[in-house]
């Protein structure tokens, strides 16, 4: 696992404010807080923000995070799911360690505390039909209309409850309601449901159950059961924390936690809705969850991404209570900045040029520095002889004046080689230039010149006997949309996909990357940042590449 330490707080935002607020006026000794997925899909980036919130909070100020798989909807439990969340969260850097629940493991729980609220005159079983209930809740503005049963005595509800929890109701024709406010302009407040029949047997309790609690009630039980003292989610459970706060003083809970909210991450040209992503991996416009170009964490990690660039990124992007679309950008600059101090460099040219240097024979190892950025990170040796590639872009045969890379009768760098200078062409029936010829000066081995002479440009190159074309696969944004999630009316959000969201290419690569296992990252100089995909065989390596060299994100 990884055991860098969570960067340290760059600000004070709000959550830590109150955890600072709690813990010295002793109202919490210990920070507890929970990450509760429902393990429907995997989880993307919008959940990793989350995550370093949840587990990143407990792991500061010295708590714990539980993780809490939200199972109270009675459904087949996805083993995938529920394995690649644990995976991804281990992965961004965090633990629970003892702590893994399930919202099902306190169903009994729950069900005691309704029996509880039933006893305190606070709860009825209502018959409305769906229908009949919309009418009756009403709209904010005009207080809503009480249930023909609200006055419901005690023992009639105990009795009509037990009925439906033995199954004498179908679904959808008794519910278990909270006795709360029909007048309050919180909807929420409007005598909630907090139980309804449901005839399906649940992953993990079986066919025990025909009555299922709903999230709004359960949630703050779940909590209070476990502890939590910072139960920190979305903004849209802002509405829901008077209904959080009737629950937990009402009844008798072992703790009393709170509930804080947060504005969720939305990111330019990305969809984050776990439905959505379900439908581009089912519809095939992705090649599953973990293609390079999801907002998923499976995604991300396999296009290159590093846990501590997602965690830098969720701590630049801070945490506010206001929602707005974030760039992307920042995300890659995040990725780039991280991979810049941990990549080791390589030589591949993605659009090759023959370059023959006339004047050199044989072969010979030369020393290429691993990575400028980090000394500890040593050098290798790149082969080098008398043919090689160079990029296509690096050669004009008329340039402009500024053009510091290969010209007819001009000197360029060789990195980590030597000082060419062009001599001749060779072209084609039409005119284009297929091969250059070049003189090397032996003088300048390692790229010095003993004689002063300035040379403003290096470029890469690879050894045509020794290198080889590999698969490289290079991505775009998968939308054109700025904002996918919020598009006019009546547009489609399949009108938006990028058809050249990835493009299969080829580089041709020095002997060092062919046998590198899935999962390397690396700069290829001059070029971009990738990472080797598991697709890749030894000697036949594939590379996804994470992101260019070119920042387009500009601090405002
Ligand atoms: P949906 O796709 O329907 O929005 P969900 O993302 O809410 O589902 P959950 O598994 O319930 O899925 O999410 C777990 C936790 O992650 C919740 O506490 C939720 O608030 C948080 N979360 C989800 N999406 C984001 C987001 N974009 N930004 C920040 N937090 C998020
Ligand atoms: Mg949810």
């Known amino acids: 696992m990884d055991e860098t330490p969570v960067n340290p707080p760059v600000n004070k935002h709000f959550i830590r404010q109150i955890i600072d607020a709690d813990l010295a006026s002793g109202a919490v000794k210990k920070v507890i807080t929970r990450f509760p997925p429902e393990p429907n899909g995997y989880i993307h980036i919008g959940h990793a923000k989350a995550i370093c919130l949840d587990f990143g909070m407990a792991k500061e100020y010295g708590g714990e995070c539980h993780l809490r798989m939200d199972d109270t909807n009675p459904t087949r439990e996805d083993v995938e799911y529920v394995e690649s969340i644990q995976e991804d969260v281990r992965w961004l850097g965090f633990d629970w360690g003892e702590n893994y629940f399930h919202a099902s493991d306190y169903f009994d729980k729950i069900y005691d505390y309704a029996i509880q609220l039933i006893k305190l005159g ?23 209309k009480a249930s023909p049963t609200r006055d419901m005595s005690v023992e009639k509800t105990l009795e009509e409850f037990a009925k439906m929890s033995r199954g004498e109701y179908g679904e ?55 502890g939590i003292t910072h139960s920190i989610c979305t903004l849209e ?144 040796q790149v082969p080098f002889s008398r043919e090689i590639y160079i990029e296509r872009e690096d050669f004009m045969e008329d340039p402009p004046k500024k053009y510091f890379r290969l010209a007819p009768g001009r000197e360029v760098r060789l990195r980590w080689a030597y000082v060419v200078k062009c001599v001749g062409v060779e072209k084609d029936a039409d005119g284009n230039v297929t091969a250059v010829h070049c003189t090397y000066d032996p003088e300048t081995r390692g790229g010095n010149t003993p004689d002063g002479r300035k040379i403003k440009g290096t470029i890469h190159w690879v050894s045509c006997a020794h290198g080889k074309s590999v698969e490289v696969r290079l991505y775009d944004y998968l939308f054109t949309a700025k904002n996918p999630s919020d598009l006019p009316e009546g547009v489609d959000w399949r009108s938006t996909l990028n058809p050249d969201s990835l493009v299969v290419s080829q580089a041709f690569v020095e ?23 598991p697709d890749g065989k030894p000697g036949a390596p594939v590379f996804n590449r994470t992101v260019t060299l070119k920042d387009s994100f500009k601090i405002a």
């Open 237 to 380: 459970f802002e509405v829901h924390r008077p209904f959080y706060d009737w629950v937990i003083n009402t009844l008798n809970t072992p703790a009393k936690p709170h509930q804080y909210e947060f504005a969720r991450l939305s990111l330019t040209y990305t969809m984050m809705s776990k439905r959505r992503l379900l439908e581009l991996v089912n519809e095939k416009y992705v090649s599953g969850w973990d293609d390079p170009r999801m907002p998923t964490v499976c995604g991300l990690r396999r296009r290159g991404y590093t846990p501590e660039s997602i965690r830098n990124f969720c701590e630049t992007i801070g945490v506010t209570k206001f929602n707005s679309l974030t760039e992307v950008a920042l995300l890659e600059h995040a990725v780039r900045s991280d991979l810049n101090k941990r990549s080791p460099r390589a030589m591949a040219v993605m659009n090759p040029l023959k370059v023959i240097i006339d004047n050199y024979e044989g072969e010979e190892l030369l020393t290429a520095t691993n990575n400028p950025e980090d000394p500890a990170a040593g050098t290798h």
């Open 172 to 226: 959808g024709e008794a519910v278990l309601r909270a006795k709360v406010d029909m007048a309050s302009p919180n909807m929420h407040m409007r005598d909630p449901v907090i139980y309804r029949v449901r005839k399906v047997s649940h992953h993990n309790t079986g066919d025990k159950w025909c009555v299922y609690p709903m999230y709004d009630f359960a949630h703050p039980l779940e909590d209070a059961i476990e």
């Open 122 to 144: 606070k709860a009825y079983v209502c018959y409305l039909t769906a229908d009949e209930w919309k009418e009756y809740r009403g709209v904010p503005e005009v207080p809503g």
């Open 511 to 533: 002997p060092s990357l062919l046998d590198v296992p899935a999962g390397t990252r690396v700069q290829f100089e001059r070029v971009g940042y990738f990472c080797a995909d």
